[in-house]
């Protein structure tokens, strides 16, 4: 379809007044030195309409929490939003109501054949008061696609991220201030109907919460050692592992147990009789190793249908590749790396471990951004990982440095999406 360009004004409704002051403002120029078109690959449905959202502030808000207390997902601010979809009338008005219980038919779509799809985002504080969401539009698209994969409603993504501004504004006070800690934004898409029978839902609830939390690592890094698991799968070719669904993840909790009795934190999924590396337990993976001529390769799985296509892989990807072609040199890097989406089984990771090549292997993923890996249990025995003094890897380290720099402000990009000033 071709592109549209959105302006309207955003009218914010209270429990006692209406509030019209926010100015007009197009679609997507929040961005820092970024035009997000909304031209959409596929076509999609442009029903959400944020110049509709009305939003009823909590009578009772709750005490804020101490940071140094906060645990991950555990606790969630004064407000969430909801957008219901029918398939008579498309998507109704956006609204932004006090955090409660959603109501569901116990035949729900959702209850027995799992239509539900998420996606994990986070909000940071910078030292100036400037609120940033990072590359949420590639959260957008994901959500899009996961949704047409399990045949649930489409959205505009630009018009939800409004929506989504606006909550985040509304509890901006839930972003802790401390260094190292963020606000986790959780949007789901469910079916709703109550009528038995697998099919495309006729019904279905967009919403998001919100939660804050603290550094993945309090503490400092702590590499994590996983379990190579042969026993069960995460996905095959096909499937649904390309797709961020809530039926991708429970499958998991078994296999995570499984490692845990046998003394390793994670799974290393491997995939067919060559044992393919695919991902560490919910992230994607990279590892590093020299080839024989001594050069650098940055290696992640390809994305062949079975990985998910992470925010995070994608933008360590881009910094690699930017420092290798001279477009922003990373100190730390070597200045020579070779950065390289192809597969990768278990009998090169152990070839290279034996012949001193092994740099290093970590996980990626929007909560804890790096996760560095010390050894990997393989057919009765362990395959050990260098890290480093402080726990992570020589290439690792300046790449998480960078990013982090980059989500907190400290280092200006344009992959940083302005929620608030």
């Known amino acids: 379809?071709?592109?549209?360009?959105?302006?309207?004004?955003?009218?914010?409704?209270?429990?006692?007044a209406t509030r019209s002051s926010w100015r007009a403002t197009a679609i997507g120029s929040r961005y820092m030195s970024q035009n997000i078109s909304t031209t959409e690959e596929a076509a999609v449905s442009l029903d959400i309409e944020p110049s509709r959202l009305t939003v009823t502030k909590t009578m009772s808000p709750k005490e804020l929490p101490a940071s140094k207390n906060?645990?991950?997902?555990r606790t969630f601010s004064d407000h969430m939003l909801k957008i219901r979809w029918t398939e008579a009338t498309g998507w109704e008005a956006p609204s932004i109501e006090p955090f409660d219980t959603i109501n569901l038919s116990p035949g729900a779509t959702v209850l027995h054949y799992a239509q539900s799809l998420f996606e994990g985002m986070k909000a940071y504080r910078h030292e100036d008061g400037t609120v940033t969401m990072f590359r949420p539009d590639m959260n957008m698209k994901r959500m899009n696609n996961s949704a047409e994969r399990l045949a649930l409603p489409a959205f505009d993504g630009n018009a939800f991220?409004?929506?989504?501004?606006?909550?985040?504004?509304?509890?901006?006070?839930?972003?802790?201030?401390?260094?190292?800690?963020?606000?986790?934004?959780?949007?789901?898409?469910?079916g709703t109907n109550g009528t038995l029978g697998v099919a495309p839902p006729t019904e279905a609830l967009l919403f998001v919460i919100t939660s804050p939390v603290g550094p993945y690592y309090p503490h400092g890094f702590k590499p994590v050692p996983l379990h190579g698991t042969t026993e069960y799968i995460r996905a095959a070719p096909g499937g649904t592992g390309a797709y961020k669904l809530a039926a991708n993840y429970a499958p998991g909790v078994v296999a995570q147990k499984s490692a845990a009795k046998q003394g390793y934190a994670q799974n290393l999924w491997l995939h067919g009789p060559e044992h393919w590396l695919t991902e560490v337990g919910t992230m994607n993976l990279f590892a590093v190793i020299?080839?024989?001529?001594?050069?650098?390769?940055?290696?992640?799985?390809?994305l062949d249908g079975m990985i998910l296509p992470g925010v995070t892989r994608d933008s360590v990807l881009a910094l690699a590749r930017n420092h290798a072609s001279g477009v922003k040199r990373l100190g730390g890097l070597p200045d020579v790396i070779k950065v390289s989406e192809r597969p990768i089984n278990m009998g090169e990771i152990i070839q290279s471990s034996k012949e001193g090549r092994l740099i290093e292997l970590f996980g990626t993923?929007?909560?804890?951004?790096?996760?560095p890996v010390d050894r990997i249990g393989y057919n009765g025995g362990d395959v050990?990982?260098?890290?480093g003094?402080?726990?992570?890897?020589?290439?690792?380290?300046?790449?998480?440095?960078?990013?982090?720099?980059?989500?907190?402000?400290?280092?200006?990009?344009?992959?940083?999406?302005?929620?608030?000033?």
């Open 290 to 302: 020299k080839d024989k001529d001594g050069i650098t390769e940055l290696i992640t799985p390809p």
């Open 70 to 73: 906060l645990m991950f997902g």
């Open 389 to 421: 003094k402080d726990g992570m890897g020589p290439i690792s380290e300046p790449l998480w440095a960078e990013l982090v720099g980059i989500q907190t402000g400290a280092i200006k990009s344009n992959w940083n999406y302005v929620v608030a000033q």
């Open 384 to 387: 050990t990982i260098p890290t």
């Open 161 to 190: 991220l409004e929506c989504i501004k606006e909550l985040i504004s509304l509890d901006r006070q839930w972003i802790p201030k401390e260094p190292g800690h963020s606000l986790y934004i959780r949007p789901t898409l469910i």
């Open 365 to 371: 993923g929007t909560a804890a951004v790096v996760t």
């Open 1 to 16: 379809m071709s592109s549209v360009r959105l302006s309207f004004h955003l009218t914010r409704l209270t429990q006692s």
